[in-house]
Nanobody, 121 residues
Framework: QLVESGGDSVQAGGSLRLSCVASGYVYKDKCMAWFRQAPGKEREGVASIDQDGKTTYADSLQGRFTISKDNARNTLNLQMNSLEPEDTPMYYC?????????????????RGQGTQVTVSS
């Protein structure tokens, strides 16, 4: 299971840190990732991190978002800086053994319930 937290309402230009706690079975030997989805829109891969710590990001987000993980706590994090109103959707944590690339995150087998981020201008 995956449980996200950290979603909040912030002003444009602000920062948020999302976290996702995973059960051991879901976390072990998996690619961990974040994707997001706005109402009425398709899911969008945000970032991924593999077992060795290699990361990938959506091109439009690289430089503002940083994905990391804490193996001792089975926790995945997403640091989001310089937030824009377009960063507003629901964010989901996901895990799978698929190719570890952010673009595949929306297809991952395991996913959480999501945490809402709202960025106001």
């Amino acid at each position: 299971q995956l449980v996200e937290s950290g979603g909040d309402s912030v002003q444009a230009g602000g920062s948020l840190r999302l976290s996702c706690v995973a059960s051991g079975y879901v976390y072990k030997d998996k690619c961990m990732a974040w994707f997001r989805q706005a109402p009425g829109k398709e899911r969008e891969g945000v970032a991924s991190i593999d077992q060795d710590g290699k990361t990938t990001y959506a091109d439009s987000l690289q430089g503002r978002f940083t994905i990391s993980k804490d193996n001792a706590r089975n926790t995945l994090n997403l640091q989001m800086n310089s937030l824009e109103p377009e960063d507003t959707p629901m964010y989901y944590c996901a895990a799978d053994t698929l190719d570890c690339n952010s673009e595949y995150a929306p297809l991952f087998e395991f996913r959480g319930q999501g945490t809402q981020v709202t960025v106001s201008s």
